[in-house]
C-alpha cells in the first residue's frame, strides 16, 4: 500500500495563492493516479484534481482555471498550486493515491486550508 503526506496548508486571505504537496512513499511514476480531495465540515468529500500517470489532468468545475495540479517524478511528490482562493475553498485537503487498480485508494491525512474574506 502506499502511504502519502500532505503539506502546505495554512491561512490565506482571498485572492491569494497556496500550494500543497504531497510525497508518496513509493516512485509516483509507478502509481496510476494521484489527487486531492477536500472535505468540509458535515460534508461529503469532493475529489478536486487528478493527475494521471501519463499527465493527464482532471479538475472539479469550480476549481477549473484557478487550481494546477502536477507531479515531479524525481522528488515522488505531487503539487497543487491553487490561485484566486475564495473563502468557499476552505477545507481540509486530502491527497489519495490510486496505486493499482486492484489496491484500495491511500488517503493522506489531511491539511486545513482556511481562506479568509
Known amino acids: 500500500q502506499v502511504h502519502v503526506v500532505e503539506s502546505g496548508g495554512g491561512l490565506v486571505q482571498a485572492g491569494g495563492s497556496l500550494r500543497l504537496s504531497c510525497a508518496a512513499s513509493?516512485?509516483?511514476?509507478?502509481?496510476?493516479?494521484m489527487g486531492w480531495g477536500r472535505q468540509v465540515l458535515g460534508k461529503q468529500r469532493e475529489l478536486v484534481a487528478t493527475i494521471t500517470s501519463g499527465g493527464t489532468t482532471n479538475y472539479v468545475n469550480s476549481v477549473k482555471g484557478r487550481f494546477t495540479i502536477s507531479r515531479d517524478n524525481v522528488k515522488n511528490t505531487v503539487y497543487l498550486q491553487m490561485n484566486s482562493l475564495k473563502t468557499e475553498d476552505t477545507a481540509v485537503y486530502y491527497c489519495?493515491?490510486?496505486?493499482?487498480?486492484?489496491?484500495?485508494?491511500?488517503w493522506g491525512q489531511g491539511t486545513q486550508v482556511t481562506v479568509s474574506s
Open positions: 489519495y493515491a490510486d496505486y493499482k487498480s486492484w489496491v484500495p485508494r491511500s
Open positions: 513509493v516512485s509516483i511514476s509507478n502509481i496510476n493516479a
